[in-house]
């Protein structure tokens, strides 16, 4: 073309993250201890793979229906009844979607209009302050403090409210944090959108994870009009490649964004929702074992990392990650993650891929494995007392 | 929520079809000869799915590349080369999505301005007009005629321009006229694309089902640095559910669409991936025999159509889809398309379902193979031999 281009300004501003850093340094390395990856290494339940191989044995891909298969929507709006005390309407209330990614994005582009804002407790996940970029609106970003145990200060959500503040938006249980808000905490959250009006979209997709049953903020009174739920079956059922997610919500709104998900999707992967529809089927002894050994790498991360010197961590009570706060190594977060790779060996992600509130924190992952999580933790734990004698704690931290 | 529904204005001005009015029209039948579906009835190759049963027995299924699994993505590059002359780099020009619908959607929103326009040739793909709507843009539809064999008109084409105009979208071979522009044709289209600087945009999902190599636009001179190529795997290989499609078009731009692509869907399915690299390596004897079937059937019903008196039908060239002109009915496309549900037993889709130049018309599939055609024609001609009887010709036309 001969015109500069002139490119739409909300997908031009969708920011390039430093996670690509982190990717190029660990390129063409094979010796790298992996406490990163989002990916657990784990095959779908036996169940799972049975029922998807009778699916591609007979042969067949059709479209789906628009908005989910029907007997999916059931299933689901079922599970959220169970689990989650929230009564869904599966023909209004419901969206099936590629992922939790797509429904993220559906809904943010429906309810936000220019300039409106999105509050985001952070450290946050890092895809949530993309989804309002993205949308033409903006995410507003609210500290959590690790002295708080990363629970929310209700002073300080109500301080970021403005007349353009439209929704509240994390993940419960949380990535990457590690941590669960109970009731009580989502009751601070729920006064606050009650009081101001906003929208709450919260994504549960580490609930199953969670040896409790856990409250869900949709089912605190008042806040069913109000909240969308969102989940899937990535990883619950180690399926992350097979894109199944899913959006409860109040009724007219969910009206539009099925409007734009027959726009941006047509329809959801045909196979990704035959596997879905078989996770309800599925023995829980084909992943309770599985999510026992990922809580008990968890727990091993979280001991051996709060015994090295100088680094504190707030207890996980579930999921994959934890965010231990490594300020002592006196490096940023970023400049560590990329010193631990070259240096130690060991792939981390920096604290502040997931929000400037991420500063010198790295978060760590059990997806690999306990093999990959004993050898990362030695070498993390060996790089940093190396750092500590070098005597350079305390002068570039990254905030 | 207490206040007004404040939702994005442009996701409010994506139009419902009447394509819901014919869904209803049809619920709880049984009995219907179907002339209307999309979803061609034959099962994958089997190549296709001995490789996706391998791939469902290995029991993993990951996150992929977010652009799409790197050895997909160039044999994806290899057929473009040999099948549209056009090279396309891999790693910087070509975007695996889910399906061409997610793909046209990231292209258009990532191009778009507020307002900027999209010039869509007319009778078109149902869904093309609602991208631009969807990302803030403007359709503004161009009449195709059938008198010229649905070719564009190029002084009408250039009269539709203005300062605001940034693409022409298209799709060739054609749904749902069925016809196919060649060489001559695309150098207008091409020409007027490099005189007034636009985009042009091309879905090629039916180009396998063409008898002849068929040239790209892409690979017209000048033409390459401006055309996105929008295919994918779901009607050429019959796995429409599993949403696997891709798009080639200039590195400064796909760049951005990627990112957008990350956003809106993380990556692209993994087993939708699978078969699509499954289907580079299969024996042209499992998909050849299929495609002279359904372009058997598609003569079959051209020669039934245009012998019902005042039926003509611009002759179709390969697809799935003829476009007869039923004006002689006296009804709108959308009295008749119900009108034929109700009172024959056959489900068709109205002309006017791909944009007001579609009046008059219905669309005709033969998606649900021989039986169903012979069946459904029949039925379409007593009915509108019976509808001339009743003279109720001419006066209630839908233009």
Chains 1, 2 share one sequence.
């Not at 599925?282 to 992943?287: I, K, Y």
């Amino acid at each position: 073309m001969t015109d500069q281009l002139q490119l739409n300004p909300d997908v031009e501003s969708i920011p390039y993250a430093d996670r690509k850093k982190i990717l190029d340094a660990t390129r063409g390395r094979t010796d790298l201890a992996d406490l990163s990856s989002g990916n657990p290494d784990v095959p779908m339940p036996p169940y799972v793979q049975a029922r998807l191989k009778e699916a591609v044995e007979s042969g067949y891909a059709p479209y789906t229906d628009y908005y989910g298969i029907p007997q999916l929507r059931s299933r689901i709006a079922q599970y959220l009844q169970e689990t989650c005390a929230i009564a869904v309407d599966p023909d209004s209330e419901l969206l099936v979607t590629h992922g939790v990614q797509q429904a993220l994005y559906l809904v943010l582009r429906t309810i936000l209009r220019r300039g409106d804002q999105v509050l985001i407790p952070s450290p946050h996940y890092a895809n949530y302050d993309l989804d309002p970029v993205a949308s033409g609106g903006r995410p507003v970003l609210v500290p959590l403090d690790e002295e708080d145990g990363f629970t929310p200060d209700p002073h300080r959500l109500d301080q970021a409210i403005t007349p353009r503040t439209r929704a509240i938006l994390f993940s419960n249980p949380n990535n990457p944090l590690g941590v669960t808000w109970t009731r009580p905490t989502l009751e601070v959250v729920a006064d606050l959108a009650r009081r101001h009006d906003l929208y709450v979209l919260v994504d549960e997709v580490y609930r199953d994870f969670h040896p409790q049953r856990l409250t869900s903020i949709a089912a605190l009174p008042g806040m069913r009009e109000r909240t969308f739920v969102f989940n899937g079956f990535s990883k619950s059922y180690f399926m992350m490649g097979l894109r199944t997610g899913y959006v409860a919500g109040p009724a007219s709104i969910i009206d539009h964004v099925k409007q734009l998900s027959y726009v941006v999707a047509l329809c959801p992967s045909y196979l990704g929702q035959i596997a879905a529809l078989a996770t309800f089927d599925c023995p829980r002894s084909q992943v309770e074992p599985v999510y026992a050994e990922f809580h008990s790498c968890l727990e091993l991360l979280y001991d051996s990392v709060t015994r090295l010197p100088g680094v504190s961590c707030v207890r996980p009570d579930c999921g994959l990650y934890l965010f231990p706060n490594v300020s002592c190594s006196g490096m940023t977060s970023l400049e560590l993650s990329l010193d631990l790779i070259r240096e130690a060996g060991v792939i981390t992600l920096p604290g502040t891929e997931f929000g400037s509130a991420g500063a010198g924190h790295l978060r760590l992952s059990v997806c690999a494995g306990r093999e990959q999580v004993e050898l990362g933790v030695r070498r993390l734990g060996e790089r940093l007392v190396e750092l500590s004698k070098n005597g350079s704690g305390g002068n570039t931290l990254d905030r």
